[in-house]
């Protein structure tokens, strides 16, 4: 699909493309076997990771 024929789509099109590529991109991560996002390997803060055992 080019850009061009973005525009001849109706409403709800733009919409179920976008949903498909989101399923379809979780998927191909999965078949990756990519890690969850942690503050160690990310740009996420170290509040949201896990918090460490302690006594």
């Known amino acids: 699909?080019?850009?061009g024929s973005l525009g001849t789509l109706d409403k709800?099109?733009?919409i179920?493309?976008?949903?498909?590529?989101a399923?379809?991109?979780a998927a191909l991560e999965?078949?990756?076997n990519i890690a969850p996002?942690?503050?160690d390997n990310s740009s996420l803060p170290?509040?949201?990771g896990q918090k460490?055992?302690?006594p």
């Open 23 to 25: 399923a379809r991109v």
């Open 37 to 39: 996002k942690t503050p």
């Open 52 to 54: 460490a055992n302690r």
């Open 12 to 14: 709800s099109e733009p």
């Open 30 to 32: 999965a078949k990756l």
């Open 16 to 21: 179920a493309l976008i949903v498909a590529l």
């Open 46 to 48: 170290p509040s949201t």
């Open 1 to 3: 699909m080019d850009t």
